[in-house]
């Protein structure tokens, strides 16, 4: 953000004191002062997209930062984020005791507050809103054994498999290996939990006793959520959209 940005302001609260510093395309403007007192810690970054690298636009988008942050706080269950839109002025509504939401009469910024208690089962219901699920509550699977995992899903009487994976919060949308263990994993399971059951009838087997069933028929209607938290991850190609 700093190399990219033509103004970044960078204030620091911490050991009771206010530290700044500016910068303008990555270089420092100045030494750190002292501009304070505080009694909180924490960073507060302010900052001015560089035009000259940003040619098509640096307005921003309050729909796209909104998708983001929601996906963020779903990503990571706790955490209040809090989006304020100072360009724009809103018609202000409350709750009232029945939860209906009223309006004031009263013009605020535009603003959301993102924060989710459940995390990734939430984030399958706020994706399968709209769907006719099969199950009552979306499957939620989490280990740190040898690198964090999250994963919740859910199935719905459709036909269209949506899988959305994410490393250390990045959307992965060209997949990669934990996607496809994922894919395997799951299939597999459910193979081995069908064939155990006797839950396939014959005629899904063939003349030599072995399942048609593919991997892809296990996923249909499927909607998940696949969340890893690698140290040193590899990805491929620059956008770091597949891990390798």
Same mark, same amino acid.
Not at 35 to 53: N, V, Y
Not at 210 to 215: D, F, G, Q, S, V
């Given at each position: ?86 360009? #724009?002025?809103?018609?202000?509504? @409350?709750?009232?005791? %029945?939860?209906?939401?009223?309006? +004031?009469?009263? &013009?605020? /910024?535009? =603003? ?48 269209? #498999?949506?899988?959305?994976?994410? @490393?250390?919060?990045? %959307?992965?949308?060209?997949?990669? +290996?934990?996607? &496809?263990? /994922?894919? =395997? ?60």
């Amino acid at each position: 953000v700093n190399a990219l940005s033509d103004l970044l302001v960078a204030e620091i609260h911490r050991e009771g004191k206010v530290f700044m510093q500016r910068y303008s395309k990555g270089k420092p403007l100045g030494p750190v002062e002292v501009i304070g007192e505080c009694s909180d810690t924490g960073t507060i970054i302010t900052f001015h997209p560089d035009a000259t690298i940003f040619t098509q636009t640096i307005v921003y988008k309050y729909e796209t930062l909104a998708n983001r942050l929601r996906e963020l706080s779903f990503l990571n269950k706790g955490i209040r984020i809090t989006l304020k839109d100072l360009r #724009e002025m809103v018609d202000e509504f @409350v709750e009232d005791e %029945n939860g209906d939401r009223k309006a +004031t009469g009263n &013009q605020v /910024f535009r =603003n959301d507050v993102f924060y989710s208690e459940k995390g990734l089962s939430e984030f399958i219901s706020y994706l399968d809103a709209d769907a006719d699920h099969m199950i009552p509550e979306p499957v939620c699977v989490n280990s740190d054994k040898i690198i964090p995992i999250d994963i919740a899903l859910q199935y719905n009487n459709g036909y269209t #498999e949506k899988i959305y994976s994410y @490393v250390n919060n990045i %959307n992965t949308i060209e997949g990669g +290996t934990h996607l &496809q263990g /994922f894919k =395997n994993g799951l299939s597999k399971s459910l193979r081995d939990y069908g064939t155990k059951n006797n839950l396939f009838g014959k005629e899904m087997f063939d003349k030599d006793g072995k399942l048609t069933l593919a991997p892809e028929d296990f996923r249909e209607g499927l909607t998940a959520v696949i969340s890893v938290k690698v140290a040193e991850p590899q990805f491929e190609g620059q956008t770091k959209t597949k891990l390798g």
